[in-house]
């Protein structure tokens, strides 16, 4: 069977992440015998400078035809002081919103020999670390209304409608149905209406899944839980602003942001595939950067938008093996360690596939 994968390479580090992915994936269909046909389209600033818009119809179109979506990052310097509604990340929000993909899965997990690369005390990680992010990703605050008054005063609308809520909260059930039955729902309801709406849609929601343990927290305290005993979470289910900022932090305690997957779902097989992470301009181009977290999306996208869980398996076997290996690149390397380029992470893990 082929599968057609929309790349969106995008901005900074974005072609190199993405250029190693695709190795990865060539030797999964070489191994398991299928085959993927790859497209490539603009998006971020990448497509503004080649059409003036983040996000072109014509990327839309491909992306919807499409089995699935890659994406590397977009933004960088360049394009800080254009017009905001036409800033790269417009591009970014306007695929997610435009394949309908409201669910985002941000697995956070410490591999065995990167310990020495988490931040945190060997004591607070305990047991290990294993939680998901699952983030809402087409409403909230990113989405409302924006504008300014004539006196310059700036407004967001945030808000949250119980569909919405009540959509991702089943999807943080099943996802720890199949984990360990344990749903940390994260708002800030003491404050915020529409954390209310959020937190009560929950409670109902919750109801109908008992054999699920579920836990709520108010975001600043989940801010505090995340550094002090990550081993306590399972599945995180909050909004998109709180997910964002949550998903960075919950992140970098498995050592590097250039380790986390992410995929984005909806009620469709159609998903969108990125790392948490962000361009990297500061090296981009450098060949410097860790594919890692782009590799794991594929494997992501293998499973979820494909059904291909043995060849997910084998990614994430590969990704493990060359770690366990000692091979790491710049920012998971201690002082002293050989750095490898991205280019060659990405050879060793497609090989190890
Ligand atoms: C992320 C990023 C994006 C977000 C930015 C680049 C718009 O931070 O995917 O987490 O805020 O969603
Ligand atoms: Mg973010």
Redesign the pocket.
């Known amino acids: 069977m082929e599968y057609r994968i929309a790349l969106l390479k995008g901005d900074g580090i974005g072609p190199e992440i993405i250029d190693e992915t695709v190795k990865c994936l060539d030797a999964v269909s070489e191994k398991f015998g299928h085959s993927f046909a790859y497209e490539e389209l603009l998006i971020g600033g990448a497509a503004i400078d080649e059409t003036g818009e983040p996000l072109p119809k014509a990327t839309i179109d491909a992306c919807l035809a499409s089995d699935a979506v890659l994406m590397g990052a ?2 960088g310097p360049k394009w800080d002081t254009i017009d905001p509604a036409i800033r790269p ?1 417009v591009g ?2 306007g695929i997610r919103k435009a394949l309908g993909t409201f669910v985002n899965i941000r697995p956070a997990k410490l591999y065995a020999p990167l310990a020495d690369a988490c931040p945190l005390k060997p004591e607070r990680i305990g047991e290990g670390l294993d939680l998901v992010v699952c983030r809402e990703l087409t409403g909230d605050v ?1 989405f409302g209304r924006k504008w300014r008054d004539e006196d310059g005063t700036g407004h967001d609308d945030m808000n949250y409608t119980i569909p919405e809520i009540e959509r991702i909260a089943r999807w943080g059930y099943a996802l720890a149905r199949q984990r360990r039955n344990h749903v940390t729902c994260i708002d800030k309801a003491n404050v915020l209406e529409t954390s209310r709406v959020w937190r009560e849609t929950f409670e109902r929601i919750a109801s109908e899944y008992p054999d699920v343990r579920t836990d709520y927290l108010y975001v600043d305290n989940a801010a505090m839980q995340l550094v002090l005993n990550p081993g306590q979470f399972d599945v995180i289910v909050t909004g998109n602003l709180f997910g ?1 900022i949550l ?2 932090e919950a992140s970098c305690i498995t050592g590097s942001i250039g380790m986390l997957p992410s995929a984005s779902l909806g009620d469709t097989s159609l998903g969108l595939y ?1 790392p ?1 992470h ?1 361009s990297a301009p500061d090296i981009a181009g450098q060949n410097k950067a860790n594919p890692i977290a782009t590799i794991l999306s594929a494997a992501m996208m293998l499973r979820y938008s494909f059904g291909l869980s043995a060849e997910a398996d084998a990614v994430e076997a590969a990704v493990s093996a060359v770690l366990d290996a000692g091979h790491r690149t710049g920012d998971i390397a201690k002082p002293g360690e050989t750095i490898l380029t991205c280019s060659e992470m990405g050879n060793l893990i497609a090989s190890a596939i």
Do not use: P, W
């Open positions: 977009v933004g990340e970014l929000l990113y964002d998903s960075d990125e948490i962000g």
